[in-house]
């Protein structure tokens, strides 16, 4: 029931985004897609993860005969501690500078959910924050935060 409403929920915060992204003026200054493209693609790929999870969880088997015996385990504290991890990146994101920040705050997440496999957690961290620092700063030409590295 839960993954349903979150399913419902996205959608409707999707579309909502989506249709604040299409309200935007266009702006006649840049390239011609202008502000809305990245915007859209965000909101198009939170369309689809609404519908992938919305289609998982229909597929799902019914509930078993007696829902009471399996045993049941809170979430509560993995997603509050997801929030804290993401609430001191934001904090860090600017003094420590975003290669620095993003790899320290993806391995930690990696770490969390992938235990014991620290050499490929390294790896994707790094090659991810790599390839995230190369789309932004070099295709895109956005400044991100240098920190201490000075990049």
């Not at 309200?23 to 993860?49: H, K, T, Y």
């Not at 804290?84 to 990696?110: D, M, R, S």
């Amino acid at each position: 029931m839960k993954d349903r409403l979150l399913a419902a929920v996205a959608a409707v915060a999707a579309i909502a985004y989506l249709y604040a992204d299409w309200r935007m003026p266009p702006v006649a200054l840049g390239d011609p897609l202008g502000p809305r493209a990245f915007p859209a693609l965000i909101g198009a790929l939170l369309l689809i993860s609404a519908g992938l999870l919305a289609l998982e969880t229909w597929q799902r088997a019914p509930a078993r005969a007696n829902p009471g015996s399996e045993r049941r385990s809170s979430h509560l504290p993995v997603l509050l501690g997801v929030l804290v991890w993401t609430v001191c990146y934001y904090a860090a994101f600017e003094p420590a500078g975003y290669i620095v920040a993003t790899v320290i705050y993806l391995f930690g997440l990696i770490c969390y959910f992938n235990r014991g496999h620290h050499i490929a957690n390294i790896a994707v961290a790094g090659g991810f924050t790599a390839v995230a620092y190369v789309l932004f700063s070099y295709l895109l030409d956005v400044q991100l935060p240098a920190g201490a590295l000075g990049v």
